[in-house]
């Protein structure tokens, strides 16, 4: 642990800590664990009212990148440190939107290192409305570190969290960015400011949305329609995040990276949306490109 | 169209002919479709009452194979025909088996030419009885082609069905075979005997299980199961399947490719099962190497 996974730690818990009270005072199952080749994270795991599964999840782990991890980063191999905290909360109401956040470092012991992170909002029901408030507030993040920061990011967003054999968007998007490391690369400080204040940004962009949908009323057809918003996204997750595949094939901690999928989901063959329904209009702002702002 | 497309015409028409009666003469919905770039398939689903979900599909599609894939086939690039059936049936009851079936012929312009296929089993509760019927009837269509095809089939079903991040395999397993060619390379006649042998027999193996188990009574506890499970098939399917893969990220059909997806499955963060439980005991039997002869 350093200074850099003593923070996401205090995140983690910070985070934890708005998300139970929002939800009516639901505590987290707490769950620590050990990686047996170095380091471990501690999952924390919300089974809540208006958030129906949620992750919040840190992790530190340290070891060797071998030649084929090494050559996948296009670094040379040696001894590595990644630290992070991943969000993915799926909501009960069908119009509250699904969320997830992501901020890590990442060094080797050549001196090699970097930042990533992101952000991107799912909604089963896309409200205009709230994709601009989404938005807005990561860009009001994004520019008071760097005006570049929120084009670049929202773009790269856009082409991460999209489905090619849906021609889909996940959701509508928000930032995505990756071995951020700051123009003088010796100033470690202010890119950590960033992932700091994306960071601390989460609370305020999710919670506003959450409150104002979760007693929401809905029918059976909006909640058989979040069953198939859902399924999109486990195909997201286990086709194409890379994230998660890297997890996947390198024996990582199945619980931890599988937490992000949904508590339930349903595939119909064929699935077909009423013209000018609100599904309708949903499928049809899945695209990369909106300028929400 | 040739004689190999037309017999797996008739195959899916007659196994579709089956089950509809078989689940109480519920007609299966029928979806032509071509594909662009050449051929085009036929995709056949069921909505039932004891087949919750099902899909029979049939294709028969030509074009150019790329340098890529043909590099993944480890193949000199050309003009390619390929054809087959796929099969994978959800039954309501938690009590009755998930099945799978593949039959496949592929020839390359240059005169290579293969048959692949499988067939196994993924209960959601294992029963040793079900098992045994369903290895048995496997072998005796094996042996009557080649006395080595069972254990060599039945071991390679065992590597291909496992899901690594998991540690399980995906069910009890059956056969499965990739490049089939006679040992007299002219004599296509006896592996296509072997692979017609194999898709009829598709019935006999499933419908018995399902007609023992459909009517079940069964509780909240094992429908929640059967859910988990289904949660596991989905990322066999996503996560490790080949053919699932190559068809998502070479354009192939979407909807007749995730056909295999299950109407309704769930994902618990460390879901546990009772010690002594049939739960535990199918996780207990969800192992390579078991003989259940």
Redesign the interface.
Known sequence: MNDISNYFKSLQEDICQQLSIADGDTPF?V?DWKRPEGGGGT?M?LTGKKIE?G?VMFSAVEGVLNEKAAKGLNIPAGDFFATGVSIVLHPSNPFSPIIHMNVRYFEMDNGLWWFGGGIDLTPHYIDPEDAIFFHSGLKKVCDLHDPSFYPTFKSWADDYFFL???KETRGVGGIFFDRLVAAKKEDKESSFDFVKAVGESFCSLYIPLLQRTYDRPFNDLNKKWQ?VRR?RY??FN??WDKGT?FG??T??R??S???S??????????HQVETGSPEEFTLSHLKKGINWI
């Open positions: 199952l769950d999952s795991v599964k992750g090619p054999h849906r069953y399924g486990v195909e286990l086709v595949k996947l094939e024996n990582g199945t619980e990276i599988l937490v999928m949904p508590p339930m989901a349903s595939w119909e063959y064929d």
